[in-house]
């Protein structure tokens, strides 16, 4: 038995369709023309990217930030500009744009509270 990895990543959210808009239109995240039922998938690569709806017995609102002491890193070609422009947008800004192994990179909370963290060296 080999595991090789991730390959796929959901997060659970409170408004599907909030969070879908905000990923597609904020982040810039193209939607997938097919997605599994109750879900928002993105063509993202290497790894597919979704929002779906609460699973049964999911309480997003039992934790101060849903996902707490999960790190999601995201990859974007310039980490600046897009802090500049969430910042500018009114999105929680949680850590500051800063150098370190992955390039520039910052943390900001989407709309339920997931933490983000964006670099932009692939």
Do not use: K
């Not at 080999?2 to 390959?7: I, L, N, Q, S, W």
């Not at 500018?88 to 339920?112: K, N, T």
């Amino acid at each position: 038995m080999t595991v090789t990895g991730p390959d796929f990543i959901a997060l659970q959210v409170r408004d599907l369709q909030r969070a879908a808009d905000f990923y597609e239109t904020t982040l810039g995240l193209r939607r997938e023309t097919v997605s599994p039922p109750g879900a928002v998938a993105f063509a993202t690569a290497p790894i597919p990217f979704a929002v779906r709806e609460p699973l049964p017995g999911t309480n997003l609102d039992a934790t101060p930030r849903p996902g707490l002491g999960v790190a999601l890193w995201m990859h974007c070609d310039n980490a600046q500009e897009l802090h500049d422009a969430l910042a500018s947008a009114g999105v929680e800004i949680l850590r500051a744009p800063a150098p370190g192994p992955f390039g520039l990179h910052f943390s900001f909370a989407d709309p339920d509270g997931y933490a983000i963290t964006m670099h932009d060296q692939a």
